[in-house]
Nanobody, 114 residues
Framework: VQLQASGGGLVQAGGSLSLSCSAS????????MGWYRQAPGKQREWVAF???????MYRGSVKGRFIISRDNGKNKVYLQMNSLKPEDTAVYYC?????????WGQGTLVTVSS
């Protein structure tokens, strides 16, 4: 099973984007869900995760700018990204948290221009 992220695009610095990810119900409801990203030439890193009961954690560089949320009824997890910076440019993925290596999807590209 792969998790598919969508909603990426090109945005100017300071702008916003909203990403979404769909998962099957059996995977989604019982698990913490995370957003990850991989910038060109860099390793994939976690961005944020949300527990099954809605508690969220963020990496320091996005704290206060990004908001992770989930809709258990729709089996979706979201990432609202505000005040985007060029260094946020990356392919963004969703997965369980901690990730399951077999669930990486293609990700969605976010490009932030300066």
């Amino acid at each position: 099973v792969q998790l598919q992220a969508s909603g990426g695009g090109l945005v100017q610095a300071g702008g916003s984007l909203s990403l979404s990810c769909s998962a099957s119900g059996s995977i989604f409801r019982a698990n913490n869900m995370g957003w990850y990203r991989q910038a060109p030439g860099k390793q994939r890193e976690w961005v944020a995760f949300i527990t099954s009961d809605g508690s969220a954690m963020y990496r320091g560089s996005v704290k206060g700018r990004f908001i992770i949320s989930r809709d258990n009824g729709k089996n979706k997890v979201y990432l609202q990204m505000n005040s985007l910076k060029p260094e946020d440019t990356a392919v963004y993925y969703c997965n369980l948290y901690p990730y399951d290596s077999e669930m990486w999807g293609q990700g969605t590209l976010v490009t932030v221009s300066s």
